[in-house]
């Protein structure tokens, strides 16, 4: 079975910059969509950025102008760009993608902690 595992997390300071990167473990699978989610303690977890099979992003208000979201050339992995970062953006980021043959039933990796601080 597919398997999501992200990377790129870390502490940054205000302003800053990083890179999430998600790799899923096979590449001839058809993903309907993959995205970030993330979820700060005591918060219910929230969409940041998605993008279809397509082409077609979504990005959550709060992140617009700063974050993007991109996906590599294999189609198995997914980027989100984060700039000018604030404290508000910390959290545990998680990718999610869903699969073509089953899009009722989307995947999630373990997550990966962004620490932003004044």
């Known amino acids: 079975q597919v398997q999501l595992v992200e990377s790129g997390g870390g502490l940054v300071q205000p302003g800053g910059s990083l890179r999430l990167s998600c790799a899923a473990s096979?590449?001839?699978?058809?993903?309907?969509?993959m995205g970030w989610y993330r979820q700060a303690p005591g918060k219910e977890r929230e969409l940041v950025a998605t993008?279809?099979?397509?082409?077609?992003?979504n990005y959550a208000d709060s992140v617009k102008g700063r974050f993007t979201i991109s996906r590599g050339s294999a189609k198995n992995t997914v980027f989100l760009q984060m700039n000018s970062l604030k404290p508000e953006d910390t959290a545990v980021y998680y990718c999610?993608?869903?699969?073509?043959?089953?899009?009722?039933?989307?995947?999630w990796g373990q997550g990966t902690q962004v620490t932003v601080s004044s």
């Open positions: 999610n993608a869903v699969l073509s043959i089953a899009p009722n039933h989307p995947l």
């Open positions: 096979g590449s001839i699978f058809s993903f309907n969509a």
């Open positions: 993008t279809t099979s397509i082409g077609i992003t």
